[in-house]
């Protein structure tokens, strides 16, 4: 088979770990020069593709390459972007084809969600569907964790180590305030379609730590009063609460709480978030004393709090997207497959991507308790081995040392700009 | 000199290293056994003197007393709780004297702030004032890092810490998701009436990590148009801007920022902080997508980023306090002495604790740049030895491993009740 160039791209949310995939394609790729010659990592996703603007990798030095294995959020720039179907649009994929063919580019390695896998799919099917030879792998990755068929999905072990250390932290804290001040804690946290990170924040309270924890999941519509009473029967026999709070709470008809509240004196809607909102229900109702936190990127950013697992997924994902490439599969995603609990025990499978893109994995109904505010044994079983074990990043004066790429473009070889 | 025994409790916002010093005072009172007897802890800082509800620590195992020095927040209960002065109210300080004589208390260690520090010159003028011999020192904590004479103040270094890394973090991510995303980040940090952690958030950047990065300080009243000018100024040269607010951002007339805004529909007072509100204008003002967090308890709680050097002030302040008592020092507190920026020294000192009460150490002018944003080399020299080292805490099944004390109460020996 021909030696060709591969393209590689992040896209959606970046995560503490999808540059650990990008090392890990570069890194399999370098060792396969015989069938990949240079690999092009797109400026921005697939809007790199599409504007000729991509980024030589072969110009980083190796420490820069090994570096990305610490280095948090995307090297080579992400987007939010969705290609339009072949049949709608053939204009996009006639200019991929151009660009691709221009750089002589047979492999192509999509670093995402489910939006990003969709195109990856989209991207693969121009084979057939317009002559241009591309073999396309799909690298999974989302802090949502709502990725179908993988176990789960890189990015997600890290954040929710973070959210469990966090709110574990938080807990301390506001115990010892309890007595004269802050009574109720709230964070709010991502993950606005499942609740895979709101029951992260579950492994917060376990049998060595307990601690009294409210969780409120995006799969259930938020009852007030049921909340409150919750609340006010922790405070009242611990002393103190927590409460951990998905973004994408619903109230009663099924509207976000974070956008369906209230609007300010100017008539400007509500500022904060949903944990706020939720904060100063428990102030108004129950009189107690809050404080809230919304963690925001910093929760998806934290490599210096990384989990090990998540970090050894992001590195197989990445490296067998590569090697099914190599061994002929297109429109393939690898996948993370469990084969055992405990001890934890997981290898790499594969799935074809048409059941992948655009399917959302929900959290099960048997992962939240009965009472719909907490987590189950099956939950915890799950979760625990994703946030296992610390792989910190260098310091320097005290802080992570993170790289940045030179990101050195590649000389353009087509004439024609393209408006995106 | 007869043994006596020793009383030691925590006051005010708890920190991420306040058990570090509870440690040390522990630690280095059990090594001093021939002066003095058992180390009663306070449960809930003075509270615990007044209602005569006292921890016997000769309960809790060697471990987990070793153990306090990687457990955030107070082990014994904190409280928000101000005595009132002598001549105010003498029977507060006959409760305290009837207790302490009733557990022979002759030692008292206050672990706080600044109304901690007064807490504690009170109860050391009981010896003068009420023929009550006691030997009060003041064990330096606060996160605001706002305590006069000492260098810096243990807490602080660690907030400091978790803070730069957070944004530094955080911008990683922003950058990655610019050319079609958030361009703006906001993070709300603590510190209400001095702008230390503020400027803490400037070490995100460096020579070797450049960001872009507006800090507004509490000690500069808000000027919207300059900062809006400044915000779009660096995300027109690089794409993106990083924004530190402080909690305590004065407006023009002087008002905290986060209470003279606005009111939701309910006439409700606001409920996001100054963070949410800061990034809604930038939204309202220049367009850009922006997106903030609140770090909240989560920045003070964070054990698992705690300053190594910061846990070693903290154990060094725990541990001179007692030997200024055993010494015969009365109302006065251990100071941290820096003797040197480059290689970072410094060494234990002492100050008469009235001082130090109720004064608060302002950000000097020369921290802050020129035009109000940034801070300084001076700054800069002065902050990076604070937040150097790391200082990991045992994990188990993934997460920070804390521990709990038993918190066994003595037997109370007075009959009267002491209503607060």
């Known amino acids: 088979m021909a030696k060709r160039n591969a393209f590689y791209a992040q896209s959606g949310g970046v995560t503490a770990v999808i540059n650990v995939s990008a090392c890990a394609v570069i890194e399999t790729a370098r060792r396969n020069r015989s069938r990949i010659g240079k690999i092009y990592a797109g400026r921005n996703g697939i809007i790199g593709a599409l504007t000729e603007d991509l980024i030589d990798t072969s110009k980083e030095p190796l420490r820069a390459i090994t570096a990305l294995k610490h280095t948090p959020a995307g090297a ?9 179907s072949i049949e709608k649009d053939r204009s996009q994929y006639q200019r991929l084809i151009d660009v691709f063919r221009a750089h002589d580019i047979g492999y192509f390695f999509y670093n995402g969600g489910n939006d990003s896998a969709d195109t990856c799919l ?7 569907l317009m002559g241009y030879p591309i073999t396309a792998v799909h690298v999974p990755k989302t802090v949502d964790n709502d990725l179908p068929i993988t176990d789960c999905c890189p990015g997600f072990g890290s954040v929710a180590k973070y959210v469990a250390t966090s709110m574990r ?25 499942a609740g895979w990170i709101t029951a992260a924040v579950g492994l917060a309270a376990d049998e060595a730590t307990p601690i009294p924890l409210v969780l409120l999941f995006p799969e259930i519509r938020f009852d007030e009063a049921k909340f409150l009473a919750e609340v006010d029967a922790r405070v009242r026999k611990f002393g103190y609460c927590c409460v951990g709070v998905s973004e994408g709470l619903l109230n009663a008809e099924g509207k976000l709480m974070a956008e369906a509240g209230t609007k300010d004196a100017f008539g400007h809607a509500q500022l904060g978030g949903v944990g706020p909102l939720i904060a100063s229900r428990v102030k108004e109702k129950l009189g107690q004393k809050y404080h809230w936190a919304v963690a925001d990127y ?5 490599r210096h709090l990384a989990s090990k697992t998540d970090v050894q997924h992001s590195y197989a994902v990445g490296k067998a997207a590569v090697e099914l490439a190599l061994a ?3 429109a393939v995603m690898p996948t993370i497959v469990r084969t055992s609990d405990k001890p934890y025990r997981w290898k790499i499978g594969m799935s074809p991507l048409d059941q992948v893109a655009n ?12 009472d719909g505010f907490g987590i189950t044994r099956a939950a915890r079983a799950y979760l625990e081995p994703l946030v296992r074990g610390e792989d910190y990043p260098p310091y320097r004066n005290g802080l992570p040392h993170y790289t940045r790429l030179q990101n050195v473009a590649v000389r353009k070889k087509l004439t024609a700009e393209f408006k995106l």
Not at 76 to 84: E, H, I, K, M, N
Not at 172 to 184: I, L
Not at 359 to 370: G, M, Q
């Open 76 to 84: 080579f720039g992400s987007c939010r972007y969705q290609l339009a």
């Open 122 to 128: 989209k991207v693969s099917q121009m084979s057939a």
């Open 169 to 193: 932290e938080a807990a301390f804290d506001v115990a010892s305030m309890a007595k004269t001040s802050t009574r109720v804690f709230v964070l709010e946290v991502m993950g606005r379609h």
């Open 298 to 302: 910093l929760q998806r950013a934290a």
């Open 328 to 330: 002929g599969h297109n």
């Open 359 to 370: 399917v959302e994995k929900k959290l099960p109904a048997n992962y939240i308790s009965a």
